[in-house]
């Protein structure tokens, strides 16, 4: 029994985790590239969610192609952002940046609200109510659960293609490492920022689409909470830092179910933080990251 | 070839160059020597479209460069080597020379390009797989420059390529900045190691405070008096 009970906790920790690290993906690489915790990256997530409802409830939409077309439409929404928001105070202080982002995460969370209505909506069942036994066990996995867990994974699978074996990848990887040394190479900042911006949104929207399906439940505020745990769980792995989100993510998603199953479902975003703080404190890099700052 | 003229730039109220003339033919090695802080550097990065000039002209091969984005600038045939190397430390030796081709689609003549950079620099075919970060400072300036001949420019920008080396290597690189000329890309080349440069340069511009102080051929600068006393040590 015991053991059902720990091979469940883990299958629920990783689903968990799946949604943190696919979130705290675009936190890191938004501040890898512009050094802005973008605040509102939780919001887009948000975004995500409705537009899945929108494609799947009125268009009658089946989880795949809402969940891609979510994405797309994610990847514009922050291109847009980045280029009215972020982009005219890209020279400015950090706390201007900052401001902003928080703002950005306002406007979004209130505009829904306010053209969409602050209501709770139901999301609609998109994937088979199946059941399915683990080896021999008592354990059960759910289906939803293989979903979560296999598109997550397919997703930074590709995010790493991208990033190391692509045109675009490799841009990103020289602006976030050298901007200047980057432009001399004739790579283009903007566009790469741009290009930036898209994927992160991208994944966000695919966790908001996927968060959606699982609990079938949607608010305009679903995305304050889960944003702040991927900024935790991306400072955890070290901020900037592309495996650390994935580390981060995964490691507080277990230990929230752990902390649950344990009885303590209360305390587990109290222990969320606590871990930032202990994280801030002892390894200001995080986990993957390197002790001292290379840049000279 | 290139053409500055008048050049002015500010960093906020510091007025770093006071109205920069410098002109660079083709085929030629011009040197730009002078002092720390007299901006040199500053020259170069706003060739490079990395600063942007309060007022005057820079032209490159007829054509102004005022309202040319930096990657732009890189298309039209400028490579940098910028002061300090600046290589992507956490990428391998052979993906800063790829990255150096970012302008470029023909895959087959990258290839033959990187390995030309291997030749030219045998050392960094034995560290291909090393991350940059992992190469000495010599090594480090290899790769900068064979990174910035991956773009295949027609004119070249080096900033104190010499900073930091011992001086068997400074001949070495010196070599091969003269090899590289040699097959055909004209050379802007900034120096405080003001020897070594006026011995390859053809022509040479001494800047002071931001101002162009002397112009002539490198040979005569070698021997005049105020040069040699405030720059060659005496
Ligand atoms: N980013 C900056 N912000 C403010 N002032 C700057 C900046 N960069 C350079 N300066 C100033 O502009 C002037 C010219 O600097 P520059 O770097 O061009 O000199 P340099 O000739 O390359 O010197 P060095 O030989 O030490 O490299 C200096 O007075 C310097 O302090
Ligand atoms: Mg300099």
Redesign the pocket.
Known sequence: MIMEEIIQQIVNGVSLGSIYALIALGYTMVYGIIKLINFAHGDIYMIGAYVGFALTTFLKLGFFPALILSMVICAILGVIIEKVAYKPIRNSTRIAALITAISVSLFLEYGMMYFFKPDTRTFPSLLPDKQIKIFNTDAVLDIKNVYIIVVTISLMLLLQYVIHRTKVGKAMRAVSLDRDAAQLMGIDINKTISNTFAIGSALAGAAGVLVGTYYNSINPLMGVVPGLKAFVAAVIGGIGIIPGAVFGGFFLGITETTISSLGGSLYKDAVAFAILILVLLLKPNGFLGKDVKEKV | MLELKDLH?Y??G?H??KGIDIKVNEGEIVTLV????????????TISGL?TLKSGNILFKGKDLKKVTASEIVKMGISHVP?GRRVFADMSVYENLEIGAFTRKDKSEIEKDIQNIYSLFPILYERKNQSASTLSGGEQQMLAIGRALLSRPELLLL??PS?GLAPLIVKDIFDIIVDINKKGTTILL?E?NANMALQCANRAYI?KN?KIELEGKASELLNHDEVKNAYLGG
């Open positions: 730039v960093y906020g510091i770093a160059l002078g002092a720390n802080g007299s901006g040199k550097t500053t020259t170069l990065r600063e002061e900033d104190e900073m900034v405080q800047i931001g």
